[in-house]
């Protein structure tokens, strides 16, 4: 059985690869290689069987990781002023890996559930996703 908790986010962000040249970073970004914005919208699938009391994880938990690890930190921000954005250009596929990153560890605490996919919306076109597998070796 899979849950998905849904969420919105507005921030900043700008293409940029340290590794190359500004003209390396127009060829590769163009115009999003200055500092402009979206609305993110933001999935967070989790996956359980056993269910007590109905369900296997209440959804005010879902919120309340997701909203401490990632939202109040992008929210209104700018997403490369997180340190790992330092070594990482702010991609759609960047930000949703970041985004497992913070909180994965979270859900792999809590009994009978574990996190099984993050989707990363970036405007309305265009959407990133990870699952465990692009972190298994």
Known sequence: ?????????????????A????EENAALYGPCQT????????EVTLE??????GMFLNF????????D??????????????PYFRSHPS??????????GQIEPHFARLAGCRLAEVKVF????????VDRSDFEH
């Open 1 to 17: 059985m899979r849950i998905t908790g849904y969420y919105s986010f507005e921030s900043a962000h700008r293409l940029h690869d």
């Open 60 to 67: 005010e938990k879902v919120d309340e990781i997701v909203r």
């Open 122 to 129: 970036e405007g309305e076109h265009f959407s990133a996703c």
């Open 35 to 42: 500092i402009h914005g979206h609305t993110y919208r933001l």
């Open 69 to 82: 690890r990632v939202i109040k930190r992008l929210d209104h921000h700018m997403i490369d002023d997180e």
């Open 19 to 22: 590794g190359c040249s500004n």
């Open 48 to 53: 359980g069987s056993k269910l007590e009391h």
């Open 91 to 100: 991609t759609a596929e960047e930000l949703a890996r970041w985004i497992w």
